[in-house]
């Protein structure tokens, strides 16, 4: 509240209120005593004359009355009186006239009535009772009420102006100080320090004005201070920021001596690696080339030495090159579709030799809730599980290693996968796991040199599953294996489950398996596609029998007891190996069957019993008759050769160049259906080689060249593709993917598929009625009409194949191969059926191009049976047994 307000509070509204309440207490109490004056005087007077005027009526002296109520009239405030009898009836009236009370008989009183008091007496008369009536005046109270209330207000305005001059003097003498008390410090707030107060008025402003002047002095003294400090301190700052500047150029110059330092140490691993790679790349080739010859034990076990040297060797390069681009920050992550399933089987498949020759189980089990279909980086992912089977297996001597895959959690359309490997090794201490995930770390200084390895593997998973958006961690006890586990965020196609790969309805399968853990896995499985699993000693013949040997079932003595239990078994048998796929036993399956590897993929076990449930006698579609050839230009001698090895081992044979100019000189006289290019080459490099091809013609513009290189770093490889060059194969070269690439390149395949001999596929029959009949139900008339009538549709068959090979028509021609291929699977015609479902298959995957070599085999089997069909024609009958190897002619095995 202002100082103003409160001082009109003070000095004028709280003394004019006690004021204006003491007037009207004494304007009321005047009132009151003035009205009781009255009151008692008239009251008095009537009082006095009442025994007179009962004295007159008792003596009947009426003459005195009238004098008697002049005397009471003769009073001022008296209006009127009268003399009434009970009937209010006036016997004698002076002044105004009055008015009848109501009852007369309630005397004596005294009221206010017509504007005034009525005072009713009552007087004793000689026969009955007479009252005095008396009509008082009032108007002079109220008259005395309103000239004392008009005497008081023009008091109280006097007052109260008097109050209010004093007030605003008071107020002036106050405010103005303060006034020049604001001014002084508004300018004192702008930095003005030279105005000072006037000390005036009473001593307390005085005082308030020396203090504020005396504050004044300080803030401008300190005002001076401060300048002064900061113009030191800005002249400090000047030459801390020349200083500054000055180091930010020597910062700047290491900075770029640093990026530059960078990129030679880049470079350095990357010539590094192409320089350890490429003699790399021969050893490890020629010792896969030189297990496969005869070979003594001492040297076999030499040779096993050194390529488990070149494996530690090649796993230390890639360790250090992952290392290298994590700390650099260029690992990129894919996102592609992925199947986790898969996915695990691939790495434990890859891992079963190390497994099996320490006798170890290696199991992987994807529970059912996790989703088919995600999206991910396979190859990080498959690198961090390898990288921790792997060294659960190193660590572990004796029991098993088991990958978990479970549902962590799900969010629309993400899901985090919880990723385990445990196994019944050596076990970590608690000091061990905490520095496990650290580089160049081991959990004891003696590991590294009784188990191998560098100490980078973990910490490169860790870095990658973080990258990934996961968590990863270990729980272990020393002496009683360990626990590795990783959570797995990845985006989800649909959350709907995996769908069963078979429906079984119920076929009855006996399964023997001493595992537990694998023994779980499968009935589940099997009781997940629909089997009924039944023990080994359940009454009934079963339908299948799958059962496990383990390591002690591969002794020649245990070996005979189970080809013993085979001999007695009626079905097919699924046996479970645990050894790898050369080392699988010799054991007979009288009723069919097949011999699988651990750890088994399910995948393969689902096609092996499919096959088994629904045989099929056709077998593996032909090769075609031409042969690519390739090109290999490499600067490294050994290179060439042990190219040149793995290529004749898979039929193919090779071209050598030692540089791009002998392979250009190659080129100008011929063409080659597929290069591997080295990239460092003398004088002309690899990319300039390819440059210079693709000029040549058009046909080199189409030819697939191939990348063979030690490069390993996803920025170099990438530079290559871009660069004209299709893929790029790493050194050193892996058959396997060697292999896989010529497949998808060049459509070749292991010799036992596509890669059959002419002369073999000669060996199959034109027409085999046994076949036929196992197709018919055993039933072998149906049989010969089905043959009959495959045989009718050739003709048709043939023109509509022919009508659509000269139009172009893919889909047309699709159409009549299906139709073919179809009608083929009902009958024992193992020809044409091969050569149909080849022809068909090689149609969806390559187009018409592809399947062009296979034409004139297709028409030329088509035409054997033909032949067939005229030359049994008049034989023909449903109980004739006749196949194809028996045939007469010698023109049905003509090609």
């Not at 090649?314 to 579709?337: H, P, R, T, W, Y």
């Not at 290179?639 to 540089?659: F, H, M, T, W």
Request: glycine share 6%.
């Amino acid at each position: 509240m202002p100082i103003r307000t409160r001082l009109l509070l003070l000095a004028v509204v709280v003394p004019l209120a006690l004021m204006l309440t003491l007037t009207l207490l004494a304007l009321q109490h005047d009132s009151q005593v003035r009205r009781d004056a009255l009151e008692q005087r008239t009251l008095g007077s009537a009082l006095l004359l009442r025994p007179s005027l009962e004295h007159a009526l008792l003596d009947h002296h009426q003459t005195w009355l009238p004098e008697l109520l002049q005397r009471l009239q003769d009073i001022p405030e008296i209006r009127a009186v009268s003399l009434r009898d009970a009937a209010g009836t006036a016997t004698l009236e002076l002044g105004q006239q009055q008015s009848v009370l109501d009852d007369y008989a309630a005397a004596p009183r005294l009221d206010e009535r017509d504007g005034g008091w009525r005072l009713v007496l009552p007087l004793e008369g000689a026969n009955q009772t007479n009252y005095l009536d008396l009509s008082v005046d009032t108007t002079v109270l109220q008259l005395a009420f309103y000239r004392h209330l008009t005497a008081a207000a023009l008091v109280w305005l006097v007052s109260g102006l008097l109050l209010f001059l004093l007030t605003y003097i008071v107020y002036r003498r106050i405010d103005r100080p303060i006034e020049e008390l604001q001014e002084l410090l508004r300018r004192l707030n702008a930095g003005d320090y030279q105005l000072r107060l006037a000390r005036h008025g009473p001593p307390e402003l005085g005082g308030l004005a020396a203090s504020v002047n005396t504050l004044s002095d300080h803030l401008e003294n300190a005002h001076e201070d401060m300048q002064r400090h900061i113009d030191q301190t800005t002249r400090d700052l000047q030459e801390s920021m020349e200083t500054i500047e000055i180091q930010n150029i020597e910062l700047d110059m290491a900075h770029r001596r640093a990026l530059e330092a960078n990129r030679i140490k880049s470079e350095f691993l990357a010539n590094m690696s192409h320089e350890i790679r490429t003699p790399l790349n021969g050893i490890i080739g020629f010792c896969q080339l030189l297990s496969r010859s005869p070979l003594d034990a001492r040297q076999r076990e030499w040779l096993e030495h050194v390529s488990k040297a070149s494996d530690s060797l090649l796993a230390l390069i890639n360790d250090i090159l992952d290392f290298s681009k994590l700390e650099a920050g260029k690992m990129q992550l894919e996102s592609v579709n992925l199947d986790i399933q898969v996915l695990v089987d691939e790495v434990l498949g890859l891992q079963g030799p190390q497994a099996h020759h320490k006798q170890l189980h290696l199991l992987g089990l994807v529970y059912d809730d996790v989703p088919e279909q995600l999206q991910g980086d396979p190859l990080r992912i498959k690198q961090v599980l390898t990288n921790l089977i792997h060294n659960a297996i190193k660590f572990t001597q004796r029991g098993e290693v088991i990958v978990r895959v479970m549902l962590d959690d799900t969010d629309t359309q993400r899901v985090t996968l919880r990723i385990s490997v445990s196994d019944t090794g050596i076990g970590l201490s608690e000091t061990a796991c905490q520095r496990l995930f650290q580089a160049f770390s081991q959990a004891s200084a003696s590991d590294s040199r009784h188990y191998g390895g560098t100490g980078l593997g973990l910490m490169i998973c860790r870095q990658l599953v973080e990258q990934m958006g996961g968590e990863i961690g270990v729980a272990s006890e020393l002496g009683h294996g360990s626990t590795f586990s990783f959570t797995l965020p990845l985006q989800a196609q649909r959350l709907d489950p995996r769908a069963p790969e078979l429906a079984l309805g119920g076929l009855r399968v006996a399964f023997d398996e001493a595992h537990p853990a694998t023994h779980h896995a499968i009935a589940h499985l099997l009781d997940q596609w629909g089997a009924s699993v039944i023990p080994m000693d359940a009454e009934g013949p079963p339908d299948l029998l799958i059962a496990g040997l383990q390591y002690e079932d591969l002794a020649p003595a245990r070996l005979a007891s189970w080809q013993k239990c085979l001999d007695a078994s009626h079905c097919p048998c699924i046996l479970l190996v645990q050894a790898g796929p050369m080392e699988l036993p010799e054991l007979r399956l009288p009723h069919g069957g097949e011999l699988l590897s651990r750890p088994l993929s399910r995948q393969t076990l689902a096609a092996s019993i499919e096959r088994l449930i629904s045989p099929r006698a056709l077998p593996a579609p032909p090769f075609e008759s031409h042969s690519p050839r390739l090109l290999v230009v490499d600067d490294n001698s050994a290179n060439r050769r042990l190219l040149e090895a793995i290529l004749d081992d898979l039929g193919l044979s090779a071209q050598l160049a030692a540089s791009g100019e002998e392979a250009l000189a190659l080129a100008q006289g011929e063409h080659f259906d597929l290069v591997l290019m080295d990239i460092r080459l003398p004088g002309m490099d690899g990319i300039a080689t390819t440059q210079a091809l693709r000029r040549l013609d058009a046909r080199w513009r189409n030819c697939p060249v191939i990348a063979v290189t030690a490069h390993a770093m996803q920025e170099e490889r990438q530079q290559l593709l871009n660069s004209g060059l299709q893929e790029v194969l790493i050194k050193p070269v892996d058959h396997a993917a060697l292999r896989d690439l010529l497949t998808r390149r060049l459509a070749i395949g292991e010799p036992s598929s596509e890669a059959r001999p002419a002369a073999e596929q000669d060996e199959l029959a034109v027409v085999d009625l046994t076949l036929g009949t196992q197709l018919a139900a055993g039933r072998e008339s149906l049989a010969w009409d089905t043959l009959l009538l495959l045989i009718d549709s050739l003709d048709t068959s043939e023109a509509e194949l022919r009508s659509a090979w000269q139009a172009g028509d893919e889909e047309a021609f699709l159409d009549a191969i299906h139709a073919l291929n179809g009608a083929c699977r009902y009958c024992g015609v193992p020809q044409l059926a091969l050569l149909a479902e080849t022809l068909e298959t090689r149609l969806r995957s390559r187009g018409l191009h592809g399947v062009a070599p296979l034409l004139d085999d297709l028409y030329a089997a088509m035409a054997r049976l033909a032949d067939w069909r005229r030359q049994h024609a008049p034989a023909a009958q449903p109980s004739s047994t006749t196949n194809a190897n028996a045939s007469p002619s010698s023109s049905d095995n003509d090609r």
